[in-house]
């Protein structure tokens, strides 16, 4: 019996797609959300929000994954495109927090009279 005669005499796809959402806890193979789920920043650099920035000249900041991967305190500059400048450090700790998908938030050094909040997530 091929695939498609299967299919057919179970009651088509949608049956089958049933089926295959249905997988038992015991099933060995993981499903594709799993397989697709980023791992911490292994193959990409982490995802940076900083909170009130500067539209006319914003702040910016790269958070690569071989920081991550290295996990050492790291001081960062943001100044990005802004006229003035704040730092930012990450901790060992932090790095170990990315490295397993979680997100963290630091508050920059004060510039001109204020600090900006960043949030860093894998």
């Known amino acids: ?57 914003p702040h910016d900041v790269v958070v690569s994954k071989e920081d991550v991967a290295a996990a050492v305190d790291k001081t960062y500059s943001i100044q990005g495109a802004a006229s003035h400048d704040h730092m930012i450090t990450i901790t060992a700790a932090q790095f170990m927090m990315l490295q397993q998908g979680g997100s963290i938030m630091v508050t920059s050094t004060e510039g001109l009279g204020h600090t900006h909040v960043v949030t860093v997530s894998c």
Request: aromatic share 4%; glycine share 6%.
């Open 1 to 57: 019996m091929t695939r498609n005669e299967f299919l057919k005499w179970m009651g088509g796809a949608a049956l089958a797609t049933l089926a295959v959402a249905c997988k038992s806890d015991n099933d060995k193979t993981p499903d594709a959300k799993e397989i697709d789920a980023p791992a911490g920043c292994t193959t990409s650099n982490a995802k940076i929000m900083i909170a009130d920035n500067h539209t006319h000249a």
